[in-house]
């Protein structure tokens, strides 16, 4: 089994013109370790995380004086294969944590 698989944060921000911070907790938000904590401008954002493990990831938007929080987890899944590669492998699968601000009004 890989000791790391790649797991795509989703955000759904105007590229380049704002930032999103978020923290990757290892298990639940609050209660688990940090597992990583950044910020980015951009939409697609790809970390190395370890496999089969549910991590919960805390996005901040931030919109004048107000601060919007999308909490959602995701579990990057492997499963072993003896055929269908040229040698035995690990499909990797579930790879995506939406993290994208809904069409709500925020006041």
């Not at 370790?33 to 790809?46: F, I, K, P, S, Y």
């Not at 549910?54 to 003896?82: M, P, Q, R, S």
């Amino acid at each position: 089994m890989p000791e790391l698989v790649d797991l795509k944060l989703v955000f759904n921000m105007k590229k380049y013109k704002e930032k999103v911070e978020f923290i990757v907790f290892s298990g639940y938000a609050f209660t688990s370790a940090v597992w990583m904590e950044g910020n980015t401008d951009v939409n697609e954002l790809w970390i190395q995380v370890k496999p089969n493990q549910k991590y919960t990831v805390v996005a901040e938007y931030f919109d004048g004086d107000k601060t919007i929080y999308v909490i959602n987890d995701a579990l990057v899944k492997t499963k072993f294969f003896k055929t269908g590669c040229d040698k035995p492998c690990h499909y990797v699968y579930e790879v995506s944590c939406d993290l994208k601000l809904g069409e709500h009004k925020y006041k």
